[in-house]
């Protein structure tokens, strides 16, 4: 079974809540978007609704901002038990990785579509996730690129046990496009495809179920 995180981009706390709310009941674990307006001209709701908000579902941070690592405190204050950061705005990836393992949490580095995997030998086994975007990163709702097959074989063929994550685009075609090539270690963020479902938890068990 396929292990499906629903991933929420909200700007404001009410539209992070009615998500929220769609999936709670199942999701078990759920990413919340973080962008600072710096990585992205965007900016979403911060770590700190967290304390507001009553969840039964674990909560994991996508950072899209600049040096991610000044984020972790944050995220760890509100609850987050996994952070994943960019790499394109992070002066430090091993500074990044110690001070989130640290922290107990799940750790992992991100790259966006068009960003080059240079250097990912020297950490792949240093992560618990290789989080790779099918997407520009910061608009939920686009169609996926195919050019991440070619990501997904590269960091596999350096590590078989680290766990990668494919973030945006995804739909039943296209979870199995990457299973094919990345095997049994991997995990899927899932927006829109979840959020704008007539039916939330059925689309989430047919993506959980897809070979």
Same mark, same amino acid.
């Given at each position: ?5 629903? /991933?929420? +981009? #909200?700007? &404001?706390?009410?539209?992070?809540? =009615? ?10 674990? $759920? ?75 799940? /750790?992992? +580095? #991100?790259? &966006?579509?068009?960003?080059?995997? =240079? ?10 996730? $290789? ?81």
């Amino acid at each position: 079974m396929n292990k499906i995180i629903p /991933t929420i +981009l #909200a700007k &404001d706390i009410s539209k992070f809540e =009615e998500n929220l709310a769609k999936v709670d009941m199942f999701a078990g674990t $759920v990413q919340m978007d973080i962008i600072d307006g710096k990585f992205f001209s965007t900016e979403t709701v911060m770590p700190e609704v967290l304390l507001s908000v009553e969840t039964p579902s674990e909560i994991e941070a996508h950072l899209m901002v600049e040096e991610p690592i000044e984020w972790i405190e944050r995220c760890v204050a509100a609850g987050i038990t996994a952070v994943y950061g960019h790499v394109e705005k992070m002066s430090d990836k091993l500074s990044f990785i110690s001070k989130a393992e640290e922290a107990g949490m799940k /750790t992992g +580095l #991100a790259f &966006d579509l068009d960003s080059s995997l =240079e250097g990912v030998e020297d950490w792949v086994n240093l992560v618990d996730v $290789v989080l790779l975007m099918a997407v520009k990163a910061g608009i939920q709702g686009q169609q996926f690129e195919n050019s991440v097959i070619e990501k997904i074989i590269k960091v596999r063929e350096l590590s078989s046990s680290v766990t990668i994550m494919i973030d945006g685009g995804l739909n039943e075609e296209n979870i199995k496009k990457c299973l094919e090539v990345g095997g049994e270690k991997m995990e899927f963020a899932v927006g829109s495809e979840i959020l704008t479902a007539e039916k939330p938890e059925e689309t989430f068990r047919k993506l959980e179920n897809v070979e």
